[in-house]
């Protein structure tokens, strides 16, 4: 991997502007010593040298700081597999993600919780597939919002460290080498140094095996953040979250001007660390105070209650790749990988696509291609292809003209709505509402039927929207 590393001591401009007013009043000083008592050469000197000293130790104090260690060019970037089922389409995707990513994280188990008692639901691994990886492959434990209390050595940190152990044996027996195991917990931000006792106890169980935890950017501002971040190999920082109150406004689960806060602040620790970036899209369940109850992903399906009212979170490809090619160019010198949560597979219904994620990857925005599709003769079917990257759509119409013939019977599917005029139909949006078409994918919009057979030509094409 090439790359660059940066390391200079900067000054302002206000900073580099006094030390000219400095110099020059400094310099002046000089030049106006008595003429009846002109100093010797080395007095000149000796002036001169102390005049520069003062101007030099001025301009620090005024404005002189160190920038933070950068990094540019190509940055490793992993996937995290997070199905607990392996079924076909899940093997498919690993198999994809070992030839287009560094490497894999892969979910163990979880642990849940019935009050204090725990549980485990252990993903079912297909480990031949895993085996035959070329790339690095870790494993991660999930543990479930715990409350506390918190200890190194009782039954519930025994309970932790025994799964976490007997995942390392499971690897082992089939003949896997693990590069890295991730303790993903999180905790309570006041509860930090509870937690570090965890920390402390699932590394020494998976020793020597690297170590490392994920953390949210709530964690930062806290004094016990460096010490517990201190006792692992690293960390991953999450930059996207779902709100766990309902904010006017927010549709996003990555706020690309927070997340450059963040991982400015996490670089200067100096401590080896990973962005988590998002893929997906979710709903989220809020109750009448606007409190989060619940979030419904692709194989997490709710049935809210009475008087819930749900919001859709998404991720923008276009500002996530903006961040990712800012973090190509520049980026604090311990950040040592983006890993992406989730790696695309085909059975999802609210995760990327992999020419999105490819694009979003290098750092460029997902080209928008759209192509319809016609099929039959007399009436014809309008379909629409999305023949690009981008996974979503804005404003999306789709022309239909035709000669030789009359249209006596038309309709729009639901979600379209559509309007003909003389030799010509436009099929739009309902609402001018957006559309969610993965790379690949194809949808119906309508269809058209004439008193004789005719010669159409359809076009599908996108316009802007405002931006809601």
């Given at each position: ?416 709505t559509v309007v003909t005029n003389d030799e010509r139909a436009v099929f739009t949006r309902t609402d001018g509402s957006q559309m969610e078409l993965p790379p690949g994918n194809e949808r119906s919009v309508g269809w058209l039927r004439f008193d004789r057979l005719a010669h159409s030509v359809s076009v599908a094409e996108e316009f802007s929207l405002p931006r809601r």
């Amino acid at each position: 991997m090439t790359g660059h590393v940066l390391n200079s001591s900067v000054v302002s401009c206000a900073a580099a502007g006094r030390e000219r007013d400095l110099k020059i009043l400094l310099y002046h000083d000089v030049h106006t010593l008595p003429l009846d008592d002109p100093p010797s050469g080395v007095e000149r000197l000796a002036h001169i040298f102390l005049s520069s000293l003062i101007a030099a130790g001025l301009v620090c104090l005024f404005g002189c700081h160190p920038s933070m260690t950068t990094a540019s060019g190509p940055l490793p970037q992993r996937g995290y597999l997070w199905q607990r089922a392996w079924n076909p389409a899940v093997l498919a995707a690993a198999q994809e993600a070992d030839k287009r990513m560094d490497g894999m994280v892969i979910i163990g188990a979880e642990i849940l919780w019935n009050g204090s008692t725990p549980a485990t639901n252990r993903a079912n691994i297909d480990w031949p597939t895993l085996k035959k990886a070329q790339k690095p492959i870790a494993l991660a434990l999930r543990v479930a919002p715990y409350p506390g209390p918190f200890s190194e050595d009782d039954s519930t940190a025994n309970y932790i460290t025994g799964v976490a152990k007997s995942l390392m044996t499971d690897a082992k027996a089939h003949g896997l080498t693990i590069s890295e195991f991730q303790l993903d917990f999180d905790c309570a931000q006041k509860k930090l140094s509870g937690y570090s006792l965890w920390v402390k106890a699932v590394r020494a169980a998976v020793l020597p095996t690297r170590f490392v935890i994920t953390t949210l950017p709530a964690w930062l501002n806290e004094p016990e953040f460096s010490p517990l971040v201190r006792l692992a190999d690293g960390f991953v920082l999450q930059v996207h979250s779902v709100p766990v109150s309902s904010q006017p406004g927010q549709s996003f689960l990555l706020d690309i001007g927070l997340a450059r806060k963040w991982i400015q602040k996490a670089g200067s620790l100096e401590i080896p660390f990973s962005v988590s970036l998002p893929t997906y899209r979710c709903l989220a369940g809020y109750d009448g105070s606007g409190k989060l109850v619940g979030v419904e992903m692709d194989g997490v399906d709710l049935a809210w209650p009475p008087g819930t009212r749900t919001l859709e979170f998404s991720t923008d490809a276009d500002d996530t790749a903006a961040l990712v090619n800012e973090l190509l160019s520049s980026r604090p010198r311990e950040l040592k990988e983006l890993i992406w949560y989730r790696i695309p597979v085909t059975t999802d219904q609210r995760n990327w696509r992999w020419p999105t994620l490819t694009a979003v990857m290098a750092g460029r925005k997902p080209t928008h291609k759209l192509q319809a599709v016609q099929r039959g003769d007399n009436p014809i079917d309008i379909s629409v292809k999305n023949t690009g990257e981008a996974d979503k759509q804005v404003g999306v119409r789709v022309t239909v003209t035709w000669t030789g013939a009359s249209i006596v019977a038309f309709d729009a599917l639901p979600g379209w709505t559509v309007v003909t005029n003389d030799e010509r139909a436009v099929f739009t949006r309902t609402d001018g509402s957006q559309m969610e078409l993965p790379p690949g994918n194809e949808r119906s919009v309508g269809w058209l039927r004439f008193d004789r057979l005719a010669h159409s030509v359809s076009v599908a094409e996108e316009f802007s929207l405002p931006r809601r």
